[in-house]
């Protein structure tokens, strides 16, 4: 019997000890996991047009974040993390944009900056939506994106296509005195979008008149029909609605007719690639984009870090990406952490000082604090209208 207890009262003991250490291996990795977990990257995802005909909108996205990021990280990152950056390209097309959302959701991104492009935007919105994950535009202006109150995850740095195209009609009308308006698009949602706006304030105009309404196929050779179309309108001015390499042929085309219209345009124009390609034809036309600010001292100091960095001139949206890169970190750091719920109440309720200004954001996503205003060719660059 003696024996028989000693035994037992080793074996138990020899349990205990197998217990607690279980118990203290099991407690020591989940602490670990815990610390891994709270000490890992913050993700911030980079989508866009990166290469393509429509790299030279998208590509400074990716810069601005790139130093945003940097600065950020050489300060010792956002509550005790690295800021990691995930790029990825859509070329600015729908059908890839949703492929793009997928991929970086599954990484494990916590915010996103982009995308570029309206259509591909809407794409990719509802799978960023599902997944909880914020994301920025710093360039689709397309009004429904924010209107139609779909997407809550949504914000943007850069004014809608409504205030685009109010300014675009009032300057035509206004300022140009034109009274015979052509209004044309790409048949995208951005360039769409646009014109049906302008469209909206035209007719309500009792100083002007549409005498033509038409989309054009992007990547098209040849616009002649509708610039004939064009001609035998009598328009004194076209509004277009679209991006750079269909704005550069029909205007290249109309001056090879001999056709005076004023050409205006929107900040999917407002960009050095149309310029490069429509060469002396460029000269005269007029777009809208967002405000200047590169006398404000953050502007300043990003322009130059971008030259010093990449030994060139920043492109479209450059600021407007800096800055939403800027809004969507500062939101983390003054939430406490990447939760949702807590980064989206931040954007909403406080302002955060970025080379475009101090802004904040509506209940609808929008920026307050930005807008638009026109540019000219003169000389082969865009100068501000004043």
């Not at 994106?145 to 850069?158: A, H, M, V």
């Not at 002396?280 to 971008?306: F, K, Q, R």
């Not at 406490?336 to 909403?348: I, Q």
Request: aromatic share 8%; net charge negative.
């Amino acid at each position: 019997m003696k024996c028989s207890f000693g035994k037992q009262l080793i074996s138990l003991v020899v349990v205990m000890l197998y217990g607690f250490f279980f118990i203290s291996c099991g407690e020591s990795e989940s602490t670990s996991d815990s610390s891994q977990k709270s000490a890992a990257n913050i993700k911030l995802g980079v989508a866009g047009a990166h290469s393509g005909d429509l790299a030279s909108y998208g590509v400074p996205s990716v810069r601005a974040a790139e130093l945003v990021v940097r600065n950020i990280n050489a300060k010792g990152g956002i509550l005790g993390r690295k800021v990691e950056l995930l790029v990825e390209d859509d070329v600015c097309k729908p059908e890839i944009a949703t492929n793009t959302a997928t991929k970086l959701v599954t990484e494990g991104v916590d915010i996103v900056l982009g995308h570029i492009c309206s259509g591909a935007t809407k794409a990719a919105l509802g799978i960023y939506k599902d997944s909880k994950i914020i994301i920025m535009s710093p360039s689709c202006t397309n009004p429904a994106l924010t209107q139609s109150g779909d997407y809550p995850n949504f914000f943007r740095t850069i004014a809608s296509d409504d205030a685009q195209a109010r300014l675009e009609v009032n300057f035509a009308i206004d300022v140009l005195k034109v009274r015979k308006i052509a209004v044309l698009h790409d048949k995208g949602d951005y360039g769409k979008g646009l014109a049906e706006c302008a469209k909206k304030y035209l007719e309500a105009s009792d100083k002007a008149e549409i005498v033509l309404y038409e989309g054009i196929t992007p990547g098209a050779v040849d616009y002649s029909a509708v610039v004939q179309k064009i001609k035998h309108s009598g328009a004194e001015a076209v509004i277009f609605g679209g991006y750079h390499p269909e704005a550069s042929k029909i205007i290249s085309q109309m001056r090879k007719k001999g056709m005076e219209a004023v050409f205006i345009s929107d900040d999917g124009v407002k960009d050095n690639t149309f310029i490069k390609v429509a060469g002396e034809y460029a000269e005269g036309v007029y777009a809208t984009g967002p405000l200047d600010t590169s006398n404000n001292p953050m502007a300043i100091a990003a322009i130059e870090a971008h030259r010093n960095t990449y030994g060139s001139e920043p492109g479209a949206f450059f600021l407007n990406a800096y800055s939403a890169s800027l809004a969507l970190l500062n939101a983390i750091e003054r939430a406490g952490s990447t939760d949702y719920d807590a980064v989206s109440k931040v954007l909403r309720t406080e302002y955060v000082d970025t080379p475009l200004g101090k802004i904040s954001f509506d209940e609808r996503g929008d920026a307050i604090g930005v807008g638009f205003c026109m540019y000219q060719v003169q000389n082969g660059v865009y100068v501000e209208v004043k």
